[in-house]
């Protein structure tokens, strides 16, 4: 016997089928949401929409300015995904790196006069002469 499922509500239906009316695939939808792709195209299909179709402004609708402010932001997308892809490598980086560095454990904190492991590791490695605070004498 055929695995059934209990129908979509009615506003998912409405939603997938406006998102394939604004350009979306039945494919990248039903990846995304986890129901199948024919599914679907048959949802657009029945309400009138073309799978793949776009509703797109026409660029001589546009004014000057406006394509001028649409350019500038897709250069300015174009810069802050690149920015954000280097900033996910450099972090990915650090990650790496600062798992293969020593770090003191936390039971010495205690031996450590109440002090964070690191603070007291940073305290303890410094010479004798430094762990004073330095005050400028008064003449």
Known sequence: MPKTRPPYPAEFRQQMVELVAVGRTPAELSREFGCSAQTIANWAASSGVKAGAHRTVPASTLSSA??????????????????????????????????????????????????????????????????????????
Do not use: Y
């Open 66 to 139: 406006e394509r001028e402010e649409l350019a500038r932001l897709r250069r300015e997308n174009r810069r802050l995904q690149m920015e954000r892809d280097i900033l996910a490598k450099a972090t990915a980086w650090f990650a790496a790196k600062s798992d293969k560095t020593f770090t003191p454990s936390t039971s010495s904190c205690n031996a450590n006069h109440g002090l964070p492991a690191t603070d007291a590791a940073c305290w303890t490695s410094r010479p004798a002469a430094s762990h004073e605070p330095s005050v400028p004498s008064r003449r």
